[in-house]
């Protein structure tokens, strides 16, 4: 039995804060992607982490410009999530968002109606909620497991992403 190889997906990243690393390190574990090049509002960070990773380092307008990237990773605020998915979809560039992949299901209805359009895929990062944990604490509700629920409470122990995750 023969594989076929399949040519990388060339990916630009738009949004060099910390949450890029992980990108840049797990996505080595598959060669069906190939980050290329990153931007970031702030051109000198963009420029650090392309030094330190072996990419190009762009403004936002080249990378949607360059026919070299297939494929636009957004790693950008949620605020700016939108406005960057519409961006490079008109530039004719698949997306992938980190989450949320909108603010409101208007404008995320309103990113999905111009792939639609443009013939382009757009995908998001799961939230925590789709993992393997909450799904089976789902699953063992659903199926009964612990009788009907009537109430349910949440502690949440450590001050959040926001004190690792600022920028």
């Given at each position: 039995?023969?594989?076929?190889?399949?040519?990388?997906?060339?990916?630009?990243?738009?949004?060099c804060?910390?949450?890029?690393?992980?990108?840049?390190?797990h996505?080595?574990?598959?060669s069906i992607?190939?980050?290329?090049?990153?931007?970031?509002?702030?051109?000198?960070?963009?420029q650090?982490?392309?030094?330190?990773?072996?990419?190009?380092?762009?403004?936002?307008?080249?990378?949607?410009?360059?026919?070299?990237?297939?494929?636009?990773?957004?790693l950008?605020?949620?605020?700016?999530?939108?406005?960057?998915?519409?961006?490079?979809?008109k530039?004719?560039?698949?997306?992938?968002?980190?989450?949320?992949f909108?603010?409101?299901?208007?404008?995320?209805?309103?990113?999905?109606?111009?792939a639609?359009?443009?013939?382009?895929?757009?995908?998001?990062?799961?939230?925590?909620?789709?993992?393997?944990?909450?799904?089976?604490?789902?699953k063992?509700?659903?199926?009964?497991?612990?009788?009907?629920?009537?109430?349910?409470?949440?502690?949440?122990l450590?001050?959040g992403?926001?004190?690792?995750?600022?920028?």
């Amino acid at each position: 039995m023969t594989q076929t190889s399949l040519a990388p997906v060339r990916v630009g990243i738009i949004g060099c804060g910390i949450i890029s690393h992980a990108y840049f390190t797990h996505s080595k574990a598959f060669s069906i992607l190939k980050i290329v090049a990153c931007a970031d509002l702030d051109f000198a960070r963009a420029q650090s982490v392309a030094e330190k990773e072996g990419v190009k380092a762009c403004t936002v307008d080249q990378l949607l410009a360059d026919p070299d990237i297939d494929m636009v990773l957004n790693l950008t605020i949620p605020q700016a999530h939108v406005a960057v998915n519409l961006s490079a979809i008109k530039a004719g560039k698949h997306v992938y968002c980190e989450k949320p992949f909108s603010l409101n299901v208007a404008e995320g209805l309103q990113v999905m109606a111009e792939a639609r359009k443009r013939g382009v895929l757009v995908g998001c990062a799961p939230d925590t909620v789709l993992g393997g944990g909450i799904q089976t604490c789902r699953k063992l509700i659903d199926d009964g497991a612990i009788g009907k629920p009537v109430a349910a409470m949440a502690n949440m122990l450590g001050h959040g992403p926001e004190s690792w995750h600022g920028n």
